[in-house]
């Protein structure tokens, strides 16, 4: 019988606030929506809850506020079997996320982070023995980067395997990078590291080549309804991701995160680790709000086997 992989995310939590639109509103201008709902988000929580559907043994490791909000993280944790290193802070809320997201697929969000800016080195120090035990750890940009980098570099020190989603997009310590195993930005997230505008024309080769100086080892970068790359410098390989019709892309980027994370944990190849992540990205812009686009293992093999590339 086979040893679960293990994965330590750290990051954050949020609710979802979601509301349909036909257009986005003008400074000052009220729209009616559709189609209200509130769910469970996050980067870190999304990607957690990802890797641990696709059969990963999986602990979280993050900061939640007294309230409503912070009681529906726990049970949602519990309910997928997610191992809670929560800390609950007295002083500040919940995060909270508001998304807006367009008939026609395209969304915007904007964050409240509350608590999870309160997640601290110690809290990561307090876990050290969780991380040492794990294969892979995982982490995005919702909470403070100071915080992000200690815990990069303990894990360095650990031997443990480091995933970054550099994302939301913004500029980092240019040493950090050494330590980073696979960096997995999209290609706006990616201009924002190398300090080019984040509508640059820069061509994707060159872009590749600034952020592998950089000394990432890996980069798997993500590209919407084109898929993903990956490259290590010598060559840039191309994954595609199926056809779809996109219906909400919210998550999309957290279900690839997850998914990789698990792939890399049982040491897959880069390609089908890729490949995977791309069709666990493309099975959630299938669906309205993250939580059902996160597909489990079962699931994902399912809708592979009805979307052959």
Known sequence: MSVPAKIVVIGSYNRDLLIQLQQLPTVGETLLGKNYQEGHGGKGSNQAVAAARQ????QFIGCIGQDRHGDEALELWNQEGIHMRVRRDQDNATGVAMILVLDNGDNMIVVGPGANQS?????????????????VLLLQLEIPVDTAVHAIKLAKQLGVK??????????LPEDIFQYVDILTPNETEARVLVGEPADSTISTEYLCQKLLKLGIKRLVMTQGRAGALYT???????????????????GSGDAFNGTLAMMVAQNA????????ACYAGAHCATKL???DGLASKEGLDDFISHKPL
């Open 55 to 58: 059969g990963a043994e999986v």
């Open 119 to 135: 997640l601290g080195a110690e809290d990561i120090t307090f876990m050290e023995e969780a991380i040492a035990e794990c294969q």
């Open 162 to 171: 480091v995933i970054l989603n550099p994302a939301p997009a913004q500029q």
């Open 232 to 250: 290590t410098g010598s060559r840039i390989e191309q994954v595609a991701s199926p056809k779809i019709r996109a219906l909400d892309p919210t």
């Open 269 to 276: 190849s880069i390609s089908e680790a890729v490949q995977r």
């Open 289 to 291: 709000g993250v939580l």
